[in-house]
C-alpha cells in the first residue's frame, strides 16, 4: 500500500514535470525550471498536500569525452537514461540532453556551422519523454540562475591497473586535462557544449572523481552526497551500463525514435528509388513505441539489400577486417544473388571516388547511395544524413554491415525493433584475408 502511494506520486510528479517540459519544447508558457513554486502549481489543485510534500527536482547533465562519435554517444545517453529513471523512483531529476558539438566525423565546410545542435534536429523528444524527463541544455541554460551550475564530477578510472574487477569510487586528483579552468573567485569555466564561447557558464564546485562501475552505482552517491540543484557528470561513457540487452535496456532505446523529419525524408527515398515502404514491407510501426513489440519476422523489409559501408579511418584503424572494395563488391554481389535482389543501398562515408569504385565492380545491379541536396544538408547537417542513411539502411530485406562499427550496431538494433529475423540483421562484411569470419553476437530485442 505504502508503496502504491509512493509509485502513483512518483508518476504523478513525472507526469507533472513531463507536462512542464513538454510545454516548454512546444513554446505554449514558460517558466522557471528553478521556481518550485511555479512547477508544482500546474496541474496539481487536487492534490495539494503532494505539492506541499513535493522535494525540488533536480538536473542531471552529462557530457562524453570528446573523442567519441556519434554512435556511442548514442549508447552513453541509454546508460544514463536509465541511470535517470532509477533516480526517478525516489527524487525527481530532469535529464539535460548534451547539446551535440562538431565531432571528428561531421567534416562538411558547405552546412553550416556544426555546433549548439538541439536533440531535437535528430531524435523525438516527446518519445525521449516517454523514457524519463528530458529537457534540452539550451533551454536548461535560459533559466539557470547567473548561468552557474552547482556542481561538476568529472569522472575519470583509477590509474592503477585492477586485479579483481569490483565497483568503487573516490574522490582524487585529477589525472587528466578535464577542460575546467578554476578562476580566482574559486568557480569553474568550462567550454559546456560550446555554448560557454558566448555565455559565462561556470560551475560552482568542480571535483574529479574515480571512478569504476555500472551507471546505477552512482545513484546514492547523488542522492546523498551532492545537494546541487544541477549535477553535471563529465565522462559519463567511464559508466557501464546496469544491465546490456535486458528490458530497460531496450526501452532507452525504443525511445530514441528519430525526428520524424529525418523518417519523412528516409521514407521518401524508399518509396522513390528501392519500391520501398511500411505496409508492402510490413514494417509499419505504432508512433508511440511503447506500444510496439514486433516479434521477430514480423518485417519483410524492402526489395533490397542494405549494406553499412565503413570507410575512413576504418579502413587503416580495422585493416584487417575492413575489405578492399573489390572483396567488398564480391560479398555484395554473392548477397544480392543468394537473395534474388537487384537493388543495394550502401549507407558509407566513403568518398565519391570510393562509391564510383564499389558502383563499376557492380555493374550488373543498381547500387544506391542518399545523396541529399544542399538545403538539407544546411537543415540537418552531417549527423542527420547520418540518421537517414541508417533508417533507410534499416528497412532492407537484408543487411550486412562493418565490423565493430557502433554505426552498424545501432543499425541491428533499428532492425529489432521495426521486426526483423536476427538472421537478416547480426552479418559482418568480412576482410580480405578472412573470408569465413565471425559474424556479430545477436543482441536480440527483450520487449
Ligand atoms: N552519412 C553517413 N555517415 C557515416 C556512415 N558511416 C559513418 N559515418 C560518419 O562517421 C561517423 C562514425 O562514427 P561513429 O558514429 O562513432 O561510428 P563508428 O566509428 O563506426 O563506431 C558517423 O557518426 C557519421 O558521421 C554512413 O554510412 N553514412
Ligand atoms: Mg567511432
Do not use: A, C, L, M
Given at each position: 500500500m505504502a508503496d502504491n502511494v509512493a509509485s502513483s506520486k512518483y508518476f504523478l510528479k513525472w507526469t507533472i514535470h513531463i507536462t512542464l517540459v513538454l510545454m516548454s519544447f512546444y513554446g505554449v508558457t514558460y517558466s522557471d525550471p528553478y521556481d518550485d513554486n511555479i512547477a508544482f502549481q500546474a496541474g496539481t489543485e487536487n492534490q495539494p498536500e503532494f505539492a506541499a510534500a513535493a522535494k525540488p527536482f533536480r538536473y542531471l547533465i552529462y557530457d562524453v569525452?570528446?573523442?567519441?562519435g556519434f554512435n556511442l554517444r548514442r549508447d552513453v545517453y541509454m546508460r544514463i537514461a536509465n541511470l535517470v529513471n532509477n533516480l526517478n523512483k525516489d527524487e525527481v531529476w530532469i535529464l539535460v540532453l548534451p547539446a551535440w558539438k562538431k565531432m571528428y566525423?561531421?567534416?562538411?565546410?558547405?552546412?553550416?556551422?556544426?555546433?549548439?545542435?538541439?536533440w531535437s534536429t535528430f531524435f523525438d523528444l516527446p518519445s525521449l519523454n516517454h523514457h524519463v524527463p528530458v529537457m534540452e541544455f539550451e533551454d536548461f541554460l535560459m533559466s539557470l540562475p547567473d548561468y552557474s551550475i552547482d556542481e561538476v564530477y568529472h569522472l575519470q578510472r583509477y590509474k592503477e591497473p585492477w586485479t579483481h574487477w569490483s565497483e568503487k569510487m573516490q574522490i582524487e586528483e585529477c589525472h587528466e586535462w578535464t577542460g575546467f579552468h578554476e578562476r580566482p573567485n574559486g568557480s569553474y569555466w568550462s567550454s559546456f557544449f560550446d555554448f560557454g564561447h558566448d555565455m559565462d557558464i561556470t560551475a560552482k564546485k568542480f571535483n574529479c572523481l574515480s571512478i569504476q562501475g555500472h551507471a546505477s552505482f552512482i545513484k546514492p552517491f547523488l542522492l546523498q552526497n551532492t545537494t546541487g540543484r544541477s549535477v553535471f557528470i563529465d565522462r559519463a561513457e567511464t559508466l557501464l551500463h546496469d544491465r546490456f540487452g535486458n528490458s530497460l535496456y531496450w526501452q532507452a532505446r525504443k525511445s530514441m525514435v528519430f525526428a520524424k523529419h529525418l523518417r519523412e525524408i528516409g521514407d521518401e527515398y524508399r518509396a522513390k528509388h528501392l519500391d520501398s515502404t511500411d505496409e508492402t514491407d510490413k514494417t509499419v510501426m505504432d508512433?508511440?513505441?511503447?506500444k510496439n513489440e514486433k516479434k521477430a519476422g514480423d518485417a519483410k523489409g524492402g526489395p533490397y539489400l542494405g549494406v553499412h559501408l565503413r570507410r575512413k579511418d576504418y579502413v587503416k584503424a580495422h585493416k584487417k577486417h575492413v575489405p578492399s572494395l573489390t572483396y567488398a563488391a564480391e560479398q555484395i554481389e554473392n548477397l544480392l544473388q543468394k537473395y534474388k535482389l537487384k537493388k543495394v543501398f550502401v549507407a558509407t562515408d566513403a568518398p565519391t571516388n570510393e562509391f564510383s569504385e564499389l558502383k563499376s565492380y557492380l555493374k550488373k545491379y543498381k547500387v544506391f547511395r542518399f545523396e541529399p541536396s544542399k538545403e538539407i544538408r544546411m537543415k540537418y547537417k552531417d549527423g542527420g544524413m547520418a540518421i537517414i542513411d541508417q533508417w533507410i539502411v534499416a528497412h532492407a530485406r537484408y543487411f550486412i554491415g562493418t565490423h565493430v562499427s557502433t554505426f552498424s550496431f545501432r543499425i541491428q538494433e533499428e532492425r529489432e525493433i521495426l521486426g526483423f529475423d536476427p538472421e537478416t540483421t547480426f552479418n559482418t562484411l568480412c576482410g580480405d584475408d578472412d573470408e569465413e569470419c565471425e559474424q556479430p553476437a545477436k543482441w536480440k530485442i527483450v520487449n
Open positions: 569525452n570528446p573523442g567519441e566525423h561531421w567534416q562538411s565546410k558547405d552546412v553550416g556551422e556544426q555546433t549548439k545542435i538541439r508512433p508511440d513505441w511503447r
